[in-house]
């Protein structure tokens, strides 16, 4: 089984191309950790033209009152699979192939700790989506047949028991998303194993690059906080088809558990998708900014006081069903809390920027759109830990704009800088630097021309969800500019593909180290050997090739 | 650069779009004082976002590379322990400041006014209307709320005992109060009061199946003395009117009975809404539209045109069944 993808490494060498069929062999049998983690980013981008065009349908359907472009079955089938699909299907994905792909390298080592289990755990992700996906053309969803699920992506109970969803739409969504959060599971087992042993000679915990500490705690939540989702789910589907009522309301059962359940899973998942932002934020700022980061120690210590409050924050999205005064007492003083170490990285990331030399590339563009865009999305999430404010505010389209500033303006605007400061590293290959530009202003202008609008529309009184409205409410106005804003973004989307298309097979040449980066994986070929590295650098520093290149002033000295 | 913010601020004002967002407008105690809390953490968060947004877009703009510059690394700063310790207890500071505030207003509208003058109303909710019952008075009604004004010294407060018959619903009026979930086999206790006679949109704030969105609730708030006579009417038997038998007649034998109640009938249902006093409220279908002969007819021929999926079915009536069962109802006023 290894044997095949390192007769491949040296194709690039040779004029001997196999052909295609062994190729693609090669490709679903191997288990190099650099070949997963690209498969799990181009499973991700798949996922995500399918959860844009669910979502720009759902715009269009909102551009006027009671719009009757898909029916209401459609509407509610469209949202319970962008959630699903964007949080499943294209972050996750996204977040476990740059970690498959870079932190091996970055710590200096030739693969994760178990290469086989990596492979299992990216095949369940992606048959986890087709699971989800086979929903269309052979579930049954709330009315209807031959339909996706429809209960929401957080599929309250007791939505979701039989008596009102009927046929089998509900498992295709607890199936789905389970198989992937058992793949989700063991990349979490890998990472950990890999990061705490196999670190190259020298290279102290606290010496790897803080995309790794923050990988760290990430796999660290992914393990507390899945197990219990396939818990309940477990528990739902014995409901659903063993007679059980966990949740059965009319016998006993408690509506309230699943909501504790799911969003004790919920709740750290958010912190599981923005770590890894975090991550990749950590390495293009000081990079891009010529400078060290600012304060690495208490980034790290403000990485793991997230990991632990947020654990012990899910009921904030609870705070209208009626708990007691002093749970939502705690449950918001906990959330305030979060602020702290979240203002630390913040505070952090712009201390990194004053005094350095800041070149304006594509990654360091979408890093600072992070800057920005995750603060606001922070600010509004302050607001709505404001027990009062989220009675009024919650589950309003106020909600859907703060969540989408802090996944969508924070993880994807995060991860699209990952992409671009990647790139080169696994292909060889630059992507256009002019596309790359007009990918990062369409996107920018675009999101916030389609999620400025609703905290309007929320505070406006939109609850999310709703597949129409009526008329004379003022709302029309906002979901229109909410539509333009989708528009846009479809189109920076497009500039995207076309940018990797195109510098795919055109692309500037990369060489190993195009950005003039410190990390270890940069001290490799682009794209790396199957071996990754043939000699590997003396670690001394949290930067081994800063100390490289500046021999007259090393990190170890100030370290 | 986009500033939310702003943008909130901007709608705020009325001369803007000519429309004061919900909760910002209260018209009751209740929304009143979540709106200042509204107000303090969106002045803290603005102020927050301008001196950090100003900084970096500063930092940006003065630190960028110029083609001058010297090919050189500029200086490193690995940190400092005194800066880095001064902006976590800045933060900790203004959040423990926030927190205080959130859990005294918690606690203070949590705890329902004096009770000497309130109102009871049980709320239920149904996939996909409410049920308003008076348990005072012995009636329910259905999607249309009304009570009292709270004025001067005479406060009446309305207290609601929330239930729902199948899944969760949340009830929302946003120039009332904030949202309180219903939740099956659960009792939940909201308490909202209205300073302002008017009436007031809200609808079901927690997605409950296919037509969560046509669930509106209508509140209207009426003077002490048209309460009374509202209730007095509403706890009158169906009125009888010997024009309409045949309607009456159809209505008891073709299952309409079976789902819904004419008080002083014998159609006794419960699965559906109240038909007793119909003609008395403003809206159809959980206030999609308006209650009128053409509406009433469209309505029963096929709920399913402009409410798919609702639990009111086809029953496939003749046209003359419908107009007679129409006619019926217009009486029940």
Redesign the interface.
């Known amino acids: 089984m290894t044997a095949a993808p390192q007769s491949h490494a040296h194709d690039s060498d040779s004029s001997f191309r196999p052909p295609l069929t062994a190729r693609l062999h090669d490709w679903v049998t191997t288990v190099d950790h650099k070949r997963i983690g690209l498969m799990y980013v181009i499973m991700s981008l798949l996922f995500l033209v399918v959860g844009g065009i669910e979502a720009m349908l759902i715009r269009f359907q909102l551009w006027t009152a009671n719009n009757t472009l898909v029916?209401?079955?459609t509407f509610?089938q469209l949202f319970t699979m962008h959630g699903t699909t964007m949080i499943f299907f294209v972050v996750m994905p996204m977040i476990a192939g740059f970690a498959n792909y870079l932190v091996p390298l970055m710590i200096g080592c030739r693969d994760v700790a178990f290469p086989r289990l990596n492979a299992l755990g990216f095949w369940l992700s992606l048959f986890g989506g087709c699971i989800l996906y086979l929903s269309y053309f052979t579930g049954k969803g709330?009315?209807?047949g031959g339909a996706a699920p429809?209960?929401?992506w957080f599929a309250?109970a007791?939505?979701t028991s039989p008596?009102?969803a009927r046929g089998g739409s509900v498992d295709y969504w607890i199936l789905g998303t389970m198989v992937s959060g058992i793949g989700g599971i063991t990349f979490a087992v890998n990472l950990i194993a890999t990061i705490v042993t196999m670190r190259a000679p020298g290279m102290r915990l606290g010496q790897v690059p803080l995309f790794v500490w923050m990988m760290l705690i990430d796999a660290w939540l992914i393990l507390f906080a899945f197990p219990p989702l396939t818990a309940a789910q477990v528990m739902l589907l014995m409901d659903r088809h063993l007679g059980a009522h966990f949740f059965d309301?009319?016998a006993?059962?408690?509506?309230?558990l699943w909501q504790h359940l799911f969003w004790f899973f919920g709740h750290p998942e958010v912190y599981i998708m923005a770590l890894p932002a975090f991550g990749i934020i950590s390495e293009v700022v000081p990079v891009f900014?010529?400078?060290?980061i600012?304060?690495?120690?208490?980034m790290a210590m403000a990485t793991a006081a997230i990991g632990f409050i947020s654990m012990g924050v899910w009921a904030h999205h609870m705070f209208?069903?009626?708990m007691s005064?002093a749970l939502?007492?705690i449950f918001?003083?906990a959330s305030?809390?979060i602020?702290?170490p979240t203002?630390?990285k913040?505070?952090?990331w712009?201390?990194t920027?004053?005094?350095?030399?800041?070149?304006?590339k594509t990654p360091m563009l979408f890093a600072?759109g992070f800057?920005?865009m995750f603060?606001?999305g922070g600010?509004?999430g302050?607001?709505l830990?404001?027990?009062?404010?989220?009675?009024?505010?919650?589950?309003?389209y106020f909600l859907v704009?703060h969540f989408h500033y802090v996944l969508f303006g924070g993880s994807l605007f995060a991860l699209m800088a990952g992409f671009y400061y990647w790139f080169p590293k696994a292909t060889g290959r630059m992507l256009g630097e002019e596309l790359g530009r007009l990918h990062f202003w369409l996107l920018f202008v675009g999101f916030?021309?389609l999620f400025?609008?609703m905290?309007?529309s929320g505070?406006?009184?939109m609850?999310?969800?709703?597949?129409?409205?009526?008329p004379g409410?003022?709302w029309e106005?906002w979901n229109q500019l909410s539509t333009i804003g989708g528009v846009i973004m479809g189109i920076g989307f497009l500039c995207f593909f076309g940018n990797v298309m195109h510098s795919l097979f055109r692309g500037k040449s990369a060489g190993s180290d195009p950005w003039d980066a410190w990390t270890l994986e940069w001290a490799t070929t682009s794209p790396p050997a199957v071996y990754n590295f043939e000699v590997v650098p003396e670690v001394r520093s949290r930067r081994p090739l800063w100390d490289l290149k500046?021999p007259e002033?090393p990190d170890w000295k100030?370290? | 650069?986009?500033l939310?913010p702003g943008?909130?601020l901007c709608?705020?004002s009325e001369s803007t779009?000519?429309?004061i967002?919900?909760?910002?407008d209260p018209a009751g105690p209740n929304?009143e004082?979540?709106r200042s809390?509204?107000w303090l953490?969106?002045a803290?968060?603005t102020v927050?976002?301008i001196v950090?947004?100003g900084?970096?877009l500063a930092?940006?703009i003065r630190?960028?590379?110029r083609t001058i510059?010297a090919e050189t690394?500029?200086?490193?700063?690995?940190?400092?322990q005194p800066?880095?310790l001064a902006?976590?207890l800045a933060?900790?500071l203004t959040?423990?400041m926030?927190?205080l505030?959130?859990?005294r207003?918690?606690?203070e509208?949590?705890t329902a006014p004096p009770m000497q003058h309130d109102q009871r109303v049980r709320v239920v909710g149904h996939?996909w209307w409410w049920e308003f019952e008076y348990p005072d008075y012995g009636f329910s009604t259905a999607n249309e709320l009304v009570i009292p004004v709270s004025e001067g010294d005479q406060r009446r407060s309305i207290h609601l005992q929330?239930e729902s018959a199948?899944?969760?619903h949340?009830f929302?009026v946003?120039r009332l109060?904030?949202?309180?979930?219903l939740?099956?086999?659960?009792t939940?206790?909201m308490w909202l009061a209205a300073d302002q006679e008017g009436t007031y949109?809200?609808?079901?704030?927690?997605?409950?199946?296919?037509?969560?969105?046509?669930m509106?609730i209508r509140v209207d708030v009426v003077s002490e003395a048209a309460f009374v006579q509202w209730v007095e009417q509403q706890k009158k038997p169906a009125a009888w009117n010997q024009a309409v038998q045949t309607g009456h007649d159809r209505f008891m034998e073709l299952a309409c009975a079976n789902c819904h109640t004419i008080r002083g009938t014998d159609a006794r249902g419960r699965f559906g809404p109240d038909l007793t006093h119909l003609m008395s409220r403003h809206a159809l279908a959980s206030?999609?539209m308006e209650n009128t002969q053409a509406n009433l007819t469209r309505w029963i021929k096929n709920p399913n045109l402009d409410k798919?999926?609702c639990r009111m079915p086809n029953m496939r009536l003749s046209d003359e069944d419908v107009q007679a069962i129409v006619d019926y109802l217009l009486t029940l006023r």
């Open positions: 029916s209401a079955d509610n709330l009315y209807g429809d209960v929401g309250y007791p939505l008596a009102y309301t009319q006993g059962g408690s509506a309230v900014s010529r400078k060290v600012f304060g690495y120690t208490s209208t069903v009626g005064d939502d007492a918001s003083a305030f809390l602020a702290v203002g630390i913040i505070f952090n712009t201390a920027l004053y005094g350095g030399r800041l070149r304006l600072l800057l920005t603060l606001i600010l509004t302050i607001m830990a404001a027990v009062p404010v989220d009675w009024q505010v919650s589950d309003s704009a916030n021309v400025g609008p905290h309007v505070v406006l009184g609850p999310r969800r709703v597949y129409t409205y009526q409410q003022g106005v500046h002033d100030h370290e | 650069m986009l939310v943008l909130v709608a705020t779009w000519g429309q967002p919900e909760m910002f929304a004082s979540v809390v509204f953490v969106l803290v968060c927050i976002f950090v947004g900084t970096i930092f940006v630190f960028r590379e510059d690394e500029p200086p490193q700063f690995y940190g400092s800066i880095e902006w976590t933060p900790a959040v423990l926030l927190a505030v959130v859990i207003s918690v606690i509208l949590r996939q929330l199948d899944v969760i949340s929302w946003p109060a904030g949202k309180t979930d939740i099956p086999a659960k939940n206790e949109f809200g609808r079901c704030a927690e997605y409950c199946g296919t037509q969560h969105a046509k509106l206030g999609i798919a999926g």
